[in-house]
Nanobody, 124 residues
C-alpha cells in the first residue's frame, strides 16, 4: 500500500520560511511524478509545484518555492521562502506513477496517491 506523509507545516510570519517534507512508502518513487498542491479555506485545491525530470511551479510561487526530491530516501521537499499571507493553506503531497509534462503536472485528477495534508499558516 502506498502512503504519503507530509510534515513541516506550522505558523510563520510573513517573509519567513518553512520546509515541507513528504515521506513516501510502499514502493520506489524514483520514477514517479511528485507534486505539491494546496487548499485554502473556501477555495479549490490548486497546484503549487511538481517534479519529474524537471520542475514546474505555479506562477505565484516562482522564485520563492523550490521542490526537490531524494530518490534514495523516497522523500520530496518543498522549500518555501518569502512566505506571504496568501500562502496560508493545507499543503498536500501527491504522487503519480508515470511522468507528466507541462499542464499535466498541475492536474490534480491525474495523481494516484495523496497525503493527509499539513497546515501552513502565514501571519501578516
Amino acid at each position: 500500500q502506498v502512503q504519503l506523509v507530509e510534515s513541516g507545516g506550522g505558523l510563520v510570519q510573513a517573509g519567513g520560511s518553512l520546509r515541507l517534507s513528504c515521506a513516501a512508502s510502499g514502493r520506489s518513487f524514483r520514477t514517479y511524478s511528485m507534486g505539491w498542491f494546496r487548499q485554502a479555506p473556501g477555495k479549490e485545491r490548486e497546484f503549487v509545484a511538481a517534479i519529474t525530470w524537471v520542475t514546474y511551479y505555479t506562477t505565484s510561487v516562482k522564485g520563492r518555492f523550490t521542490i526537490s526530491r531524494d530518490g534514495a530516501k523516497n522523500m520530496v521537499y518543498l522549500q518555501m521562502n518569502s512566505l506571504k499571507f496568501e500562502d496560508t493553506a493545507v499543503y498536500y503531497c501527491a504522487a503519480r506513477n508515470k511522468d507528466c509534462s507541462g499542464s499535466e503536472c498541475g492536474d490534480a485528477s491525474l495523481y494516484d496517491y495523496w497525503g493527509q495534508g499539513t497546515q501552513v499558516t502565514v501571519s501578516s
